[in-house]
């Protein structure tokens, strides 16, 4: 055996742009250089393909053709049979101290100088490539964290809990859930007979069911959503003591819905709404920030709870184990190509390092199988890990060797281990030095399909949820009961799921099934199709703590004001008050907002005084349904105009219908009036007075501006005026 160099390999290093700069090397501009094959030969001619004679065939050996058109035939991979739909984006993520490492030895977590580079991917879950996004459904947030230690990925979504407690139920639920066997419809929906057919008939999903027919099923944008870990994992600190740990991704523009009119009206008119309102964002250099923090329970407490730590159908309460924040994750940076990077990116939650490691959450284990072997599917090869985004940064040495598109040459004979001739090379680690080593957990037993008992409780923290939400909130999940299981045709199955939300809540059974046609009381009944066994761990819980509500659940009790990256729209015609125009634009974009001017038509609008300003987008182009709130300036002219036009009537009354904030002043009140905007007690048009009610901001037209853009501000930091849903009657 060769002198082994005893110089050992230092510790990779990484920071915020290791994963920009190891991008580079595979890009490619054509910007300035002539078009070639891809042998590299100059191509001189790319619009005719090589015939026999000008109107002859053509010919086999014309090698540019094949050769384009071949790439041109296999482009296509299979999309991913879940979350199919998505779009990606860089960033970074840093902690904020070294207070973790008690936990963990996870350097990305406890370096708080490190900046690790990271690609996130959001999607949805049922539609396909090329579905709409704003959909009812459950957001994919999936992080890949470049680390020094090697890829860790977190695959989570925006919703804390699941519909099964095994993963061997998946391929039934997503059979259910997506388009119907037969005729392939509906798309991207939940609401037909198969889903809530199995739902109704797997008690254990009635949780997750809650958060799915709640606001956080359509998210007004992918950067105004929480992300969750979901499972309970395993920190894991230098001394090889281990934490249980769930992960929490929350926004620092808080979480915002859309309202569900005006999701699925969304869904034609910008059926990329999320994907636009992500990217735009990015490129005005709104960055998306999300906050990490976790909850911790020390393995001592794996019992001290009513709910098993291992079921993924339960939260753990924050009112009995607060959240720590750690760190925060900042996104800034588009993808330059979508299927390179979007489409590509190959995520798995056994992605682990040092640090962090997985419990036995039966649904966790069987993703372990499920990410690899679906990325196989996807790409038909091994070497997957080789694309650049999927590439680690920390270096990469083994003896894997061969398969479909090979990427890496490896040197040298001895591929394999234990060798000599190599060195003994590549070396093992020592856990000391950042070697993985799996938690060392005691695990014993029969060999069993079946369920602890600790798992069996299905509606506890589903009655927990209802109980947490706003009035404005629940009504929400009623009508979206509504929606759902109206578009059931099967009475059978309508009931049996009124059975179940029977046991969440009465008073929520009853809304529901006053909406569906189904009698209430209801006395069918489903049976849990788990196998569920009397264990110690079943016993243990039955004495754990437990909480009645919890705030923490409800969007709008954690709302965060912020009129930041908030879309305004500015209605006017010609005639318009120009001072007033540009004091309230300045104001909006003073606090962050985006104003933009929305007019009949493009070019230029000239205001009372003989200003001109230029119109962003005309109203055959953008409806109320693409901003966060209305703004109609004074000027009688083009208030008058305005009257007269139904698309500006139509936007101020569905800007109101769907409780955006909307503001106006003088003359502009006409204009509510017309557009049915009733409820709400206007200023008087020639008065002093700013009155701000339930969202709606008006002024007299000798009102002060600067106080006018304040309280328009205010009503702008609330997103959503529910109120106005029950006090008053909306065109
Ligand atoms: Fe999954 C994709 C999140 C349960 C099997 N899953 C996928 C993605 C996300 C999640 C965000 C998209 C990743 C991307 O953007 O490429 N999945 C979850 C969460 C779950 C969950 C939070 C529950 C806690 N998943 C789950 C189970 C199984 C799978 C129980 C199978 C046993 N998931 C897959 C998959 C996918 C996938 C079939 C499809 C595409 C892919 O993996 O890369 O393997």
């Known amino acids: 055996m060769e002198e082994k160099d005893n110089k050992q390999p230092k510790p990779t290093q990484v920071n915020e742009d ?28 790319t619009d005719d393909s090589l015939k026999a004679g000008q109107r002859g065939p053509t010919l086999m050996e014309d090698f540019h053709f094949r050769e384009k058109m071949t790439h041109f035939d296999h482009e296509s991979i299979p999309e991913r049979v879940v979350h199919a739909r998505g779009s990606g984006v860089h960033g970074y993520f840093q902690p904020y101290d070294d207070s973790l490492k008690k936990y963990t030895k996870a350097r990305f977590l406890t370096e708080p100088g490190t900046r690790t580079p990271v690609f996130v991917r959001f999607s949805t879950v049922v539609g396909s490539r090329g579905s709409a996004d704003t959909v009812r459904d459950v957001r994919g947030f999936a992080t890949k964290f470049y680390t020094a230690e090697g890829n860790y990925d977190l695959v989570g979504n925006n919703m804390p809990v699941f519909f099964i407690q095994d993963g061997n139920k998946f391929p039934d639920l997503v059979h259910a ?20 057919d199995f739902a109704s008939l797997m008690p254990e999903s009635t949780h997750m069911l809650m958060w799915v027919l709640s606001d956080r099923a359509i998210p007004r944008s992918f950067r105004m959503m929480e992300g969750f870990g979901v499972h309970t994992f395993r920190f894991i600190n230098d001394e090889g003591k281990a934490t249980f740990v769930k992960f929490h991704w929350r926004s620092t523009l808080g979480a915002n819905s859309l309202v569900w009119d005006e999701a699925q009206k969304l869904a034609g008119k910008d059926p990329d709404w999320l994907r ?51 760190g925060k994750m900042v996104l800034n940076r588009n993808p330059d190509n979508f299927f390179s990077e979007t489409e590509q990116v190959a995520f798995h939650p056994g992605n682990l390092v040092p640090g962090i490691d997985v419990t036995n ?60 001739i190599g060195n003994g090379c590549p070396m093992m680690t020592p856990e000391a030095m950042g070697g993985y080593v799996h938690y060392m957990e005691k695990v014993e037993g029969h060999k069993i399909r079946a369920r602890s008992e600790s798992f069996n409780d299905h509606y506890s923290q589903a009655t927990l949820f209802w109980n947490s939400l706003t ?6 999940l009623v009508s979206a009961a509504h929606f759902e299981l109206g578009k059931v045709e099967r009475k059978e199955i309508r009931r049996r799921q009124v059975a179940n939300f029977y046991k969440v809540d009465p ?69 318009f008050d120009y001072n007033e125009v540009m004091q309230v634009k300045e104001a909006l974009e003073a606090a962050g907002a985006h104003p933009k001017i929305i007019s009949k038509l493009l070019g230029k609008r000239v205001s009372s005084t003989g200003q001109e300003i230029e119109v962003d987008k005309h109203h055959v182009s953008a409806d109320s349904i693409m901003f966060d709130a209305v703004y109609i300036p004074d000027g009688e002219k083009s208030v008058r105009k305005m009257m007269g036009l139904g698309d500006a009537l139509h936007f101020v009354a569905e800007a109101f219908k769907h409780c955006k904030p909307i503001a ?11 557009a049915f905007v009733v409820g709400v007690n206007f200023a008087e ?31 702008i930091k609330k997103h959503r005026h529910w109120d106005r849903e029950r006090h008053m009657t909306p065109a």
Not at 312 to 317: E, G, H, L, V
Not at 687 to 708: C, E, I, L, Q, R
Request: glycine share 8%; no cysteine; hydrophobic share 35%.
């Open 177 to 196: 859930i997506k388009p119907m066997p037969d005729n392939e419809m509906p798309q991207a929906s939940a609401a037909h007979d198969t889903f809530w």
């Open 685 to 715: 048009k020639d008065s002093g007075k700013v009155m701000s009610h339930s969202g709606v901001v008006t002024a007299g037209s000798d009102a002060d501006a600067g106080d006018f853009a304040d309280k328009f501000i205010e009503a």
């Open 507 to 575: 008073q929520f059974a009853a809304l529901v099934a006053a909406g569906i046609g189904v009698e209430m009381p209801v006395d069918q009944d489903s049976e849990p199709t788990g196998n569920f066994v009397k264990d110690d761990a079943s016993e243990k819980i039955k004495k754990g703590k437990s909480v009645k509500e919890s705030p923490a659940i409800s969007m709008e009790k954690n709302k965060i004001e912020t009129a930041k990256s908030r879309r305004v729209a500015i209605l006017i015609e010609d005639g």
């Open 18 to 45: 290791s994963k920009n700069k190891q991008l580079e090397q595979y890009r490619e501009d054509g910007q300035g250089e002539y078009m070639t094959t891809d042998q590299g030969v100059r191509i001189n001619h």
């Open 276 to 326: 636009r309102d992500l990217w735009d964002a990015i490129e005005m250099g709104d960055y998306p920030e999300f906050e990490l923090s976790v909850q911790l329970v020390p393995e001592e407490d794996e019992f001290k709870y009513d709910f098993d730590l291992l079921d993924a159908t339960k939260i753990i309460p924050e009112e009995l184990v607060p959240r720590r924040p750690v």
């Open 361 to 420: 959450d039966p649904l966790l284990q069987g993703r372990l199988f499920s990410y690899i072997d679906t990325q196989l599917n996807r790409f038909n090869s091994t070497n997957f890990t080789e694309v650049p985004i999927n590439r680690p940064v920390a270096p990469v040495h083994n003896h894997h060797g061969a398969g479909f598109m090979r990427m890496t040459i490896g040197k040298g004979k001895a591929n394999y281990w234990p060798n000599s």
């Open 471 to 476: 009035e404005p909130e629940k009504e929400h």
């Open 664 to 674: 106006t002043s003088g003359f502009g009140i006409n204009l509510l009036e017309k």
